[in-house]
């Protein structure tokens, strides 16, 4: 899902207008489903952590981290398609 590749590539065609409202709210939409599921991610590690299953916990907590390094990644990579897409794009006449 994040930030939906399928979304990001819709933000971009909407060019050169750009329909940053809807995407500002796809964004807000996937970061907040993420804090959700982190939410009860760090619930269940810290049941794990109470119940002396630590090591669970130590593999759950490395997956998160994990996942984090993998949505900054993406998120990265699109900001730097998304700079691209807009500088090929900066020549060609409006409505081309």
């Known amino acids: 899902m994040i930030l939906s590749s399928s979304g990001f590539k819709e933000y971009l065609e909407t060019a050169p207008t750009y329909d940053?409202?809807?995407y500002r709210q796809l964004v807000h939409d996937?970061?907040?489903?993420?804090?959700n599921?982190?939410?009860e991610v760090i619930a269940i590690e810290t049941k794990l952590g109470e119940s002396s299953q630590t090591s669970?916990?130590?593999i759950i907590r490395n997956i998160q981290l994990k996942e984090k390094e993998k949505l900054e990644m993406v998120s990265y990579l699109q900001l730097k398609d998304n700079f691209r897409f807009r500088m090929q794009n900066l020549s060609k006449?409006?409505?081309s």
Do not use: A, L
Not at 30 to 35: I, L, P
């Open 20 to 22: 940053f409202p809807s």
């Open 93 to 95: 006449p409006i409505g």
């Open 37 to 39: 599921i982190s939410n």
């Open 56 to 58: 669970i916990g130590d």
């Open 30 to 35: 996937v970061t907040e489903t993420f804090n």
